[in-house]
């Protein structure tokens, strides 16, 4: 390791300033480096072993649905963007044009995916004949490229990796069921494997994705008071099908538009698990997402035995993700490392805890310290990674609500906006022109329509018209 | 199945058209469908659940030698891609150029990578500093880009997927042995779980990669007696790391050059699957990367109690990759379908086999039918797996070493390739004029310079001067 000595560095405070804090830890925990390609990432090793067990465990997930896996091409000619218009407008201002093809010039450009909507409906088009087709429940992983100005490593930047989630289907019932059914399990994965509290709803109008019909989002509530969309999945009904042309010939031999959806879940996720967990020491992993669940780390390792013991200590923990540090570098630096790279569980062992047959296991989360027998280390490895997992999702459920809001009236709305930060939950008139004059004069977005409903009072915060849906507000990344 | 009467129409007979035959096995089983993206194709579920068992098992292997995954942007400036002489004239022809970002116009233009060799060094540059960094064994999964003029599916297309490593290291020696430990793991892999017997040797200097010191090749025999450059590793020396200006403090505390190698397998891997192993009737798949490895077709279905047993069956089995095909399509239908997507193992049973408690397994390899007892099927089709993949792997390596023959004289060299097809044995001079006219007058190149060398006489086959090597000579996909 060559950057042990800026690993052990302090890191800026997050009270002192959020944004550095996340760069801090971003860069000291190796999860990225920059680049020379502007706006785009390295994800090193640290960061990346993250993304494997979110996507294998997501994965896991879709398939158990009868998601199946597929993968189409990364560039997509003008004319296919084109076919849907609002889709057009939303995508087409920020994508990387190919026009030249080795020494030639293109007769039609391409653009790299921004997202794979135009590519599924021109392959469905082709694919889907009768009913027997459907539904078509496809899935895939890729990076895709949306040309940002502005960008932050895993929260906004010009390359991301993600699955895109496309279906076909033969009723409108039958794809809203679908869209419903992949936001709850996002929010379900978020919440038991990321233990990431998030709420569930619907994007306004004008937050919806472009040539969408419905857009369901969870979103989770940062650190520092402002609001992440995690996931987000659209129901497009048979816009993108009469676009495209993509028909099927019923069971009552009637040629009809299939209903589609499409969700996805990003790289993003990273940001959301460094800002919802961590702390002034660094990364704080789930353990569930965590590449390495136990690190131990031999006390006074020259000793005779030391190394021994802490080898065979491995093996006795061989069905968690464990390893050894038996680097020479000292004890305490190991553990400031092993902090910054948030593993969940450190295991001190040394020639006294050998002696009396122990070892000590420090909590990541909590630095609680707790002694355990040699004969049961493995047991009581495995229940204080559970125990950590749920106390995880506990402590940033606390936090969210705490950081939750009701406001009555537009004074209530703006005092917790400026002072309290978090979401605020308040009645909303329905009206575009509303949420806009809020959103100018707060910062804050409307976040989602929750799909639990709670009826705070009868008007519009902002406008005092009659009320149509209670909204989580936020300012948001 | 929209297709299912296409899928039972007869295929070509591969002895009457090859290339028509494996066009109509990738179209038929589901595997590909052509997109209106020129050169580049859409994976379908058959086809890309067969990639998702070559990465798990290629991944796992990896790791096992310390391989840690990591991402790279996907975009190369094209002043980085200039950095490497030989590399950039290597590539730069068939590159896809990124010109606009949104409505603007690059300052620079950059290419979809080809291959990411200058992603790594610009990356590693900053990465490496101390021999305490070394060696860095990353790897990447990731789609890639070549302006290819003739397209295939998987054979060669603009944009496939793959996997490419990039290591750094502190000596030549390291490099070398892990340049060759690679090379083995692929060798090994295709030989162990795709069933596919590999030549294992080194590129001549016109064959080997743009900018490498060495390249390592395995070589495949296809069914119709052509080659299949299966898997490259490649030794880079401290070419790259001196055009890059990768350095490290070594232990002795001089600054020195690393010494790098990369190495990479594609979906090109099921191209060779489908034309070592495929037949008349559709694909065969090694029970290794089947993604499904047995269909249960009930008998009479509408029989009572046959579909309950059938979903018995399928429990019993569950240990493998199972299904029930209960469709309302016909038996025959069904045997059709499942032997043209490859499915390694066909259970039947029917009330009369339910009355005698049995049922019968079909071998798609060979078609032979066993009849077994239900009480034991499970232990059957297992052990039946096993000696599939094994007898698929025995068929392959006798059809390639009884389509391989030594060239003793000119005459002889081109009677092979003319009439007998494979691979040619023959000793060469080692002068590219040689090699060049070679494949000028017979349309075969050097595929390798086996490791396994062999003295067959003591001149070169083409042009009589003292011979060097021996060499894999044959017609190449």
Known sequence: MANDKKMVEAITSMDEDFAQWYTDVVLKAGLIAYTNVKGCMAIKPAGYAIWELIQKQLDERFKATGVENVYMPMLIPESLLEKEKDHVEGFAPEVAWVTYGGLNPLTERMCVRPTSETL????????????????????????????????????????????????????????????????????????????????????????????????????????????????????????????????????????????????????????AIIMVHGDNSGLVLPPKVAPTQVMIIPIMQKKAGVLEKAAELREKLGAFRVKVDDSDKSPGWKFSEQEMRGIPI??????????????????????EKITVSLDEIDTKVGELLETIQKDMFERAKAHRDSHTHAALNWDEFKNIIDNEQGFVKAMWCGETACEEAIKDETGASTRCMPFAQEHLSDVCVHCGKPAKKMVYFGRAY
């Open 120 to 271: 599924f409906c021109d392959f469905y088009k082709n694919d889907i004949q009768s009913y027997r087709d459907l539904p078509r429940v496809y899935n895939q992983w890729c990076s895709v490229m949306r040309w940002e100005k502005e960008t932050r490593p895993f929260l906004r930047s010009r390359e991301f990796l993600w699955q895109e989630g496309h279906t076909a289907h033969a009723t409108a019932e039958e794809a809203e069921a679908r869209t419903i059914q992949m936001l709850n399990l996002y929010a379900d994965f978020c919440e038991d494997v990321l233990a990431m509290p998030v709420i569930r709803g619907q994007k306004t109008e004008k937050e919806k994705f472009a040539g969408a019909e419905a857009t369901y989002t969870i979103e989770a509530l940062m650190h520092d008071g402002k609001a992440l969309q995690s996931g987000t999945s659209h129901n497009f009904g048979d816009g993108f099908a009469k676009a495209f042309g993509i028909q099927f010939t019923d069971k009552d031999n009637k040629l009809k538009y299939v209903h589609q959806t499409s969700w996805g879940m990003t790289t993003r996720l990273i940001g």
């Open 346 to 367: 450190r295991v001190e062992i040394g020639p006294k805890d050998i002696e009396a047959n122990q070892a000590v296991l420090v909590r990541r989360d909590t630095r």
